[in-house]
């Protein structure tokens, strides 16, 4: 997969099956001789709190995807995560 994948769903939700829902904030890239590493951005409700591990999400553009999530922050009412993929 590469960023350009995940474009088309910027600012959209992902829902788990759990019910809780994140946001796609943002599309971070990094070009570094032929890789081209990339991190995806999500923001969640900071009521819950995932943990770091692959999760099930669906979203509507997507479909169905299974993402490793880490959490790196809480900023207020919200969780940043964030998936990397080199």
């Known amino acids: 997969m590469t960023h350009e ?3 088309p769903a910027l600012g959209e939700r992902f829902d788990l099956a759990d019910g ?3 946001t ?3 599309i971070e890239t990094s ?3 032929s890789a081209r590493p ?3 951005v999500f923001h969640g409700d900071a009521a ?3 943990p770091q591990q692959i999760h099930a999400l669906a979203n509507a553009t997507l479909g ?3 993402i490793f ?3 790196v922050a809480q900023a207020g009412e919200r969780v940043v995560y964030e998936a990397v993929f080199n």
Do not use: D, Y
């Open 64 to 66: 169905e995807l299974e």
């Open 69 to 71: 999530l880490v959490p």
């Open 31 to 33: 070009a570094t001789g």
């Open 5 to 7: 994948h995940f474009a």
């Open 48 to 50: 819950t709190l995932l």
């Open 24 to 26: 796609l904030a943002k």
């Open 20 to 22: 809780t829902t994140l």
């Open 38 to 40: 990339f991190a995806l």
